[in-house]
């Protein structure tokens, strides 16, 4: 008798144990469910404390620097045939432009900590110096506007090629990524100069400016509407499609590099939007649609 009680109580014990194993399984398998969901493991505490990755464009950049050619010196926006970077969309303090560097740091801090070293008639072989002196501020954000001068020539065949065109801005974009390996690059297109003649050439004030050699190869003779003029204005318009071009794929390069997309390039400039000298240039008003658009393309999310 007491042979088959140990027996017992041993068979009992044991199937005790089973069945308190097959309970802890299901209740910890219920339990990993509940937490992360499915079989997904629980997410590590180094995991959940890791940190944001820092955003490659920043959308609120503490000092500008701007180059490029007469547009970014505010020329003939104030009085004929000057200089006005008061008024420069990328620089300037004029409370009637509000320029990108007041909206971006706000006028005290923009009077700090933006530059301008644009000069009148620069073309793209003249960029790689102005960066080079832009680049001693060590600004975060270099605004560029420059290709126009490069279309505007004596004639069409001395415009620069389109070849030398991407070799100069290549050559310039070398130099400030060397300069400035985390600054950020904003580039605007060139404008549509055809539509600048079309609007300007209504007045005979800017005719006559016109004549002192302002864009010749689009401007020159500018009544003329006989063929030849047709398909020099057509030749000038599409080098300066060609030049927006290569600053697009050449930016596209620079993961710190950003366009307008086009949008300068776009605009509509009317008379409004012109110097009232020489009805090519931006007006005052000109200016501040340009800061618009370069300030929409700089605080993007996206590009």
């Known amino acids: 008798m007491r042979q088959g009680t140990d027996q017992g109580t041993r068979s009992g014990r044991r199937r005790a144990r089973a069945a308190l194993a097959v309970l802890t399984a299901a209740v910890l398998g219920v339990t990993g469910c509940d937490a992360v969901g499915g079989d997904s493991p629980a997410p590590s505490d180094a995991a959940s404390k890791r940190p944001e990755p820092t955003p490659v464009w920043d959308t609120s950049p503490e000092s500008v620097a701007a180059v490029g050619d007469s547009i970014t010196r505010g020329f003939d926006a104030c009085t004929i045939l000057s200089d006005c970077p008061e008024v420069s969309w990328a620089t300037g303090g004029s409370a009637d432009v509000d320029s990108l560097a007041v909206r971006l740091l706000g006028k005290a801090d923009a009077a700090e900590r933006s530059w301008n070293h644009a000069v009148t ?11 080079t002196r832009a680049a001693a501020h060590r600004p975060e954000l270099v605004a560029v506007m420059v290709g126009a001068n490069d279309a505007c020539r004596a ?7 389109v070849t030398d065109f991407r070799s100069q801005f290549e050559e310039a974009m070398g130099t400030l990524r060397r300069e400035l390996p985390k600054a950020q690059v904003y580039v605007a297109s060139i404008p549509d100069l055809k539509r600048l003649w079309s609007q300007g050439r209504t007045n005979p004030l800017g005719r006559q400016v016109w004549k002192l050699g302002i864009c010749p190869s689009m401007l020159g003779d500018a009544d003329s509407l006989d063929s030849a003029a047709k398909l020099r204005r057509n030749t000038v318009r599409e080098r300066v499609e060609d030049y927006n071009e290569v600053l697009r794929e050449v930016c596209a390069k620079d993961r710190r590099c950003r366009t307008d997309g086009g949008a300068v390039h776009e605009f509509r400039f009317g008379t409004g ?25 700089v605080t993007a999310k996206n590009p």
Do not use: C, N
Not at 155 to 161: D, V
């Open 155 to 161: 004639t069409t065949s001395a415009m620069t090629s």
């Open 273 to 297: 939007q012109l110097s009232r000298w020489d009805w090519f240039h931006p007006s005052v008003d000109g200016q501040a649609r340009l800061a618009e658009i370069a300030y929409d393309a």
């Open 121 to 131: 008639g620069a073309r793209m072989a003249d960029l790689t110096g102005q960066v």
